[in-house]
Every structure is written in structure tokens, then in C-alpha cells.
């Protein structure tokens, strides 16, 4: 009896599954409804009626001499595992002739025939399998079509994608090997870009297929049909195509030729499932692997972990010295150093707070020269506050930098200083410090940077600000004369550290107010930086005023129209 109603939704389902694909099991159940020799119109006798019996549809009885077609032609069902090779008539004709088999793997389907001939033959007639290793699977990728326009022009990419097998490839050591080609192209040329624009994914496939052709003529190509595409990669994902019939009602298809025969067929999924003893027994397979490397993990970071004396705030920093840009000459370095304040602050004594970067050459960039450094350095250091006067700031690392060139006689010339406040909080941040260099009036001292190298140099680089040395009330850099350069570019990831962070005690006041402190230092700053800017521009300002003539300025200063 045909089905009421049939799915139409014939498109790929893809699922993930952590079990081995190797214990999938499918069952096909393939059936023939009707064909149009089953079908014949009305006698005359019955024109005058509005319905067809159904009688008439009944095939009728064939003759003693072309034989009675068995059951199993006309309904078969199959339960097939992942892939499982079951034999059609064409493969059992072919490679019964031991002179059509070419290959290792003919041969080799050449005796499983011969075996099941001898033990009764095979079971299935209709529905047969093509595996992974079978020549189909290579026609089939090969044939594939991208869309659905019946006159598919491929495209350049397609057909690179026809020539790549998608399977595991085995996996040959590297050691002793070496690399024929270059490892990063960095001018690719267009032709490059097709040849590699393809991907090689590790997949397997597996069609599961039908032979309909009329009884008696089974094993023939034209009668093939794909009932079932299945296709499994390396990370568990399985994808069916169609998908499992479930609730959705039975495919059909329908048949071309002299006889067009209509058949149905579902796909189920019918893999056993696990018992609840092993599925216990997976639980503690995993939770024995996950404690494991849990406590793989623990040895690696260590079961203590270090914790500040109270009242005292460490501070970490990761950064990493990103650029220069804007200099006269190549070939820059830039040494650079932190310098903690002389009170309240300390740093471990393996503690290295000084670095140079390699030499690097610079590249163009718009109006600019930019060196790339990606240095990356590390420090930590420790603060512990002691005086709890509300008068009192914290002082707060300072980072140096001295930006240098070297010619091809190795000769080195300075080409920048720089200072910056670390910032005061936690987190990351990229700073831009901006660099000048000492200079000398006249043409002379330039023609000898030029030709032997050397220039003016700062004895103490901590003279950039205020010297940790001065005890003085005022500093004076009067006569200094200097050279606005380039700027270099610092990424700085800030962590600290403190047991006010986690007490609820009066530790946790007292490092609060410590780092009220240190963010209203950080706005000090801040505002002390926009005012200096302000001074700078109106002293600016007052030195043109200066030079002007006398008539063009007014009494009260101001330049007249």
C-alpha cells in the first residue's frame, strides 16, 4: 500500500557524535509501489463512471513461462554498517572475470566474491554500497556540481577542488627533511594565489546505492541510484544526505525509460546504544583523564600561590617595545631602563629592569620611517606605603628610553631621548613617547655626526625629569640646547597585586586610600600636562609677538591689522 504522503526534503543533515564512527549502523528499506504496467485505463463499459475501482490496478497475472517474480525483488531491507562493502550484480559479473581485475584492492574484492558465491551467495540484490576506496567515490567528487543550472560552467576554484582526494593522508616524520620551497611568500603572485586557494580537508565518504532496473536485468550502470551519501570527518561530524526519515515519511523515486516505476525507501538509524554499565564506565574514563590534566596543570602553575605581605601593592608588567618612527637615520636600538623611586619601592634582586632591542632596519610608511622592534621585556617590582599623611603622593616608576643608529662602519649616534610615567592602573595600554636629543649650533657639528658618528650624549638619562640625585628646590636647564625627533611606541600589560583586594579589614581602607592616591596622581598628571602645554604655547605666543616690529604692535600687545 503507497504511502499518504512523501518528503520532499531531500538536503544534507549534519550531526557530531563523540562515539567511534565505526559503530554506525543504518537500515535501508527500499520498495517498489507501482509501474506502469500495473496501471490500465477503464473497459468501455465503465467511461459512464466518475471513479476507477482500484481493482483495475492490481497487476495481472503473467505467464508460466516468463516466471512469477519472487517477494524480495519487490521489497528489500538492508542494515549496513560504516563502510561496509555490499557487492552489486554489475561488480559480482565483473570481478568474477579475473582478467578485468587491475588493482590490489580488485583482487582483493575478487576473493570476498568467490567466497560468498561459495558459501550461498550474497544477500542483498537491490541495495549495495560504494566505500571510501572505491573508483565511484573519485567520479562522484570529481563530477560534482556546484549548483543547480542544468549547464554548469565549473569555475578555475572548482576545478582545482575536482583534482584534491579529500582523505586521510598518512603521516610521514619531518626529521632529516628539508624544506624545497620558501615557507612565507611575501610578493604572491596571482597565479600563486589560485594554485593554493584550495582546501584539503580529511574526509571520508560512503554512498549507499540502489539497483532498479526491471527484474531480470539487474546489473547494468543506467539503473544505478544514490539512496544515501554519508560523509565523516576527522572531528566526529557526520553528514547525511538525505537525512534520517524519522517522522518525515518515506523518499521516492521515480524511474525514466519505457517503464517508469515510482519507489519508496527510508533510512533509519538503528546503531545500538550504550549499555548503562558502559556509559558508566565512559564517565569515569573521562573523569579520570580530566583529573589528570587537571593536575598536569597544577604542576605546571604550582599548588602555592604567592601572596604580598600585608599593605603592600606588587605591580607586573608584560610589555613590549613596538616601534620607532620618525628618525633621521636606519639601523635604530633603543636601550631602554625603569627606574623605581627611591622610597617605598623595591624590586627583587634577580630582577633585571634594563633591556636593548636588536637592530632593526626601517621601512617606509607614509610620510615616515618605521622601525619594528616587537622586543618584549618583563619586570615586577613592589610598593609598601608606610606614611599615612593625606599630604603625601606616591611617587610612581618612571620608563627611560635613548633611541640610537648604527652605520655600516658600526658607528652609533644618538638619535632620541624619552620619559613616561608608568600608567597607574591595571590593564593594557599603549604608550607613545616623543624624543628629543641634544644639539650643537653650526654646521660643523652636524658634518661630524654625519661622518664619524658621535654626537652629544646625557651623562644621567634620569636628567630627562627630575634626577633621583637632586635635592635641590628648583632645576635649572637653562642654555640646554635640543632637537625634537621621532617617538617610540610602547604596549604595556599592567597587573597588580595586593591582599586589599580580597581582606575586608583595614588593610583593605588603607591600600584604598593608597590607590585613591594613586589614580588622583594619575589626574595631577594628567592636568600638570595640559597646563605645561598651555605655558609652552603662550611663551610661544609672547617670543613672536617679540620679533615683530614695533609699529605692528599695539600698546597693549596685541598685533595691529
Not at 483495475?56 to 508460466?64: E, I, L, Q
Not at 620611517?369 to 618612571?398: G, I, M, N, Q, R
Amino acid at each position: 500500500m503507497a504511502e499518504a504522503f512523501w518528503s520532499t526534503d531531500t538536503g544534507e543533515a549534519v550531526y557530531r557524535s563523540r562515539d567511534p564512527v565505526r559503530n554506525l549502523r543504518l537500515r535501508v528499506h527500499l520498495q517498489r509501489i507501482t509501474s506502469s504496467s500495473f496501471l490500465h485505463y477503464q473497459p468501455a463499459a465503465q467511461l459512464g463512471k466518475d471513479l476507477i475501482d482500484l481493482a483495475t490496478f492490481r497487476p495481472h497475472p503473467t505467464a508460466s513461462g516468463c516466471g512469477h517474480r519472487p517477494d524480495e525483488d519487490e521489497e528489500e531491507e538492508v542494515v549496513i554498517g560504516w563502510q561496509e562493502k555490499l557487492f552489486s550484480q554489475f561488480e559480482v559479473d565483473l570481478y568474477q572475470n579475473e582478467a578485468a581485475c587491475q588493482s590490489p584492492l580488485d583482487h582483493q574484492y575478487r576473493q570476498e566474491i568467490l567466497k560468498l558465491e561459495n558459501s550461498g551467495g550474497r544477500k542483498n540484490r537491490r541495495i549495495f554500497t560504494y566505500t571510501d576506496s572505491d573508483r565511484y567515490t573519485n567520479l562522484e567528487e570529481h563530477c560534482q556540481k556546484m549548483t543547480t543550472a542544468a549547464s554548469e560552467v565549473p569555475s578555475f576554484l572548482v576545478e582545482r577542488m575536482a583534482n584534491v582526494r579529500r582523505r586521510r593522508q598518512d603521516k610521514r616524520g619531518m626529521e632529516g627533511s628539508i624544506l624545497k620551497s620558501r615557507i612565507v611568500t611575501w610578493e604572491p603572485s596571482e597565479e600563486f594565489i589560485k594554485n593554493n586557494h584550495v582546501i584539503n580537508t580529511p574526509l571520508q565518504t560512503m554512498y549507499i546505492m540502489a539497483d532498479l532496473g526491471p527484474y531480470g536485468k539487474l546489473g547494468y550502470k543506467k539503473y544505478e541510484h544514490v539512496l544515501c551519501t554519508l560523509k565523516v570527518d576527522s572531528n566526529g561530524v557526520i553528514t547525511v544526505k538525505p537525512d534520517f526519515t524519522g517522522l518525515k515519511g518515506p523518499y521516492r523515486i521515480e524511474t525514466e525509460g519505457e517503464k517508469q516505476e515510482l519507489w519508496r525507501y527510508t533510512i533509519d538509524n538503528v546503531s545500538s546504544l550504550a549499555q548503562p554499565e558502559e556509559e558508566e564506565r565512559e564517565q569515569r574514563v573521562f573523569k579520570d583523564l580530566y583529573g589528570r590534566h587537571k593536575e598536569y596543570l597544577n604542576s605546571l602553575v604550582g599548588t602555592d600561590f604567592e601572596m604580598t605581605v600585608p599593605g603592600a601593592l606588587r605591580l607586573f608588567v608584560n610589555g613590549e617595545v613596538v616601534s620607532a618612527q620618525g628618525y633621521e637615520y636606519d639601523n635604530l636600538y633603543v636601550h631602554f631602563f625603569v627606574e623605581l623611586p627611591s622610597t617605598n619601592w623595591s624590586s627583587p634582586a634577580f630582577q633585571q629592569l634594563s633591556g636593548i632591542t636588536q637592530t632593526c632596519a626601517t621601512k617606509s610608511l607614509g610620510m615616515d620611517k618605521v622601525a619594528y622592534f616587537s622586543y618584549p621585556f618583563t619586570f615586577e617590582a613592589s610598593f609598601l606605603h608606610e606614611d599615612e599623611s593625606s599630604d603625601a603622593l606616591p611617587e610612581w616608576p618612571v620608563l627611560y628610553c635613548e633611541v640610537l643608529s648604527l652605520d655600516f662602519w658600526q658607528r652609533y649616534r644618538v638619535e632620541g631621548y624619552g620619559a613616561v610615567m608608568l600608567p597607574a592602573t591595571p590593564g593594557s595600554h599603549t604608550l607613545t613617547v616623543s624624543t628629543w636629543r641634544p644639539m650643537e649650533l653650526g654646521t660643523v657639528a652636524e658634518l661630524r655626526r654625519f661622518f664619524i658618528g658621535g654626537s652629544l650624549e646625557l651623562e644621567d638619562l634620569s636628567y630627562l625629569r627630575i634626577p633621583g640625585t637632586f635635592k635641590g628646590k628648583r632645576l635649572s636647564r637653562f642654555g640646554l640646547r635640543t632637537e625634537t625627533t621621532g617617538s617610540v611606541t610602547f604596549r604595556l600589560h599592567c597587573l597588580q597585586q595586593s591582599r586589599a583586594f580580597m581582606e575586608s579589614s583595614s588593610l583593605r581602607k588603607r591600600m584604598r586610600s593608597v590607590l585613591d592616591r594613586l589614580e588622583g596622581f594619575s589626574q595631577q598628571s594628567s592636568i600638570h600636562n595640559v597646563l605645561e602645554a598651555f605655558r609652552r604655547a603662550r611663551r610661544r605666543m609672547q617670543e613672536a609677538r617679540e620679533s615683530l616690529p614695533q609699529d605692528l604692535v599695539s600698546p597693549s600687545g596685541t598685533m595691529v591689522s
